[in-house]
T-cell receptor
Framework: GAVVSQHPSWVICKSGTSVKIECRSL??????MFWYRQFPKQSLMLMAT?????????EQGVEKDKFLINHASLTLSTLTVTSAHPEDSSFYIC????????????FGPGTRLTVL | GNSVTQMEGPVTLSEEAFLTINCTYT??????LFWYVQYPGEGLQLLLK?????DKGSNKGFEATYRKETTSFHLEKGSVQVSDSAVYFC???????????????FGQGTILTVHP
């Protein structure tokens, strides 16, 4: 159990367009989902924490109007990169956590975003 | 604040060699400690974890012991295989009583390449 999927696995878009990335917990209900950004050969940086039914909590320095997060159900969270620019190109990874599982997070496979 | 420092890579080994990847941390209270592995093109997978001092996490031949006196959680494997080639991340999850509970802090990652 504890499978997390992301869609799409990769996306290429033009500068100025918006891109939506989905994160789904396939076999459990996730009370909390996290969104990370990973630059090439670097560590993961937490962008925001998303709790079902409430607004996301963004980390310092992350533009909430740029990176829109919606956690509408216990199995789905979405990250929308609005008006994407080349500097937004990165690997975006989500993780999901279930309250009863204490502090363990399960990670999705990631989405590679390339903005031309 | 919390931080995790890993030994810099890349690490290149021959098959059946002994592996050590150092990890030290800074945190208040009693964090949980994790090692994650990321294979090429994939998301992170939990490799092992330890939730309190002197705990030893182990999985797939890998081990790490939570050393509070040295604030370390070094990853070891006695005999590496080509299939172990991946990026390894050390991470901590802070004290459950804190407001940052559930947020993982990652080290910068260590690239391991194992040659036949």
């Amino acid at each position: 159990g504890a499978v997390v999927s992301q869609h799409p696995s990769w996306v290429i878009c033009k500068s100025g367009t918006s891109v939506k990335i989905e994160c789904r917990s396939l076999d459990f209900q996730a009370t909390t989902m996290f969104w990370y950004r990973q630059f090439p050969k670097q560590s993961l940086m937490l962008m925001a924490t998303s709790n079902e039914g409430s607004k996301a909590t963004y980390e310092q320095g992350v533009e909430k109007d740029k990176f829109l997060i919606n956690h509408a159900s216990l199995t789905l969270s979405t990250l929308t990169v609005t008006s994407a620019h080349p500097e937004d190109s990165s690997f975006y990874i989500c993780s999901a956590r279930k309250r009863e599982w204490n502090n363990e997070q399960f990670f999705g496979p990631g989405t590679r975003l390339t903005v031309l | 604040g919390n931080s995790v420092t890993q030994m810099e890579g890349p690490v290149t080994l021959s098959e059946e060699a002994f592996l050590t990847i150092n990890c030290t941390y800074t945190a208040t209270g009693y964090p949980s400690l994790f090692w994650y592995v990321q294979y090429p093109g994939e998301g992170l997978q939990l490799l092992l974890k330890a939730t309190k001092a002197d705990d030893k996490g182990s999985n797939k031949g890998f081990e790490a012991t939570y050393r509070k006196e040295t604030t370390s959680f070094h990853l070891e494997k006695g005999s590496v295989q080509v299939s172990d080639s991946a990026v390894y991340f050390c991470a901590l999850n802070p004290n459950a009583g804190g407001t940052s509970y559930g947020k993982l802090t990652f080290g910068q990652g260590t690239i391991l390449t194992v040659h036949p």
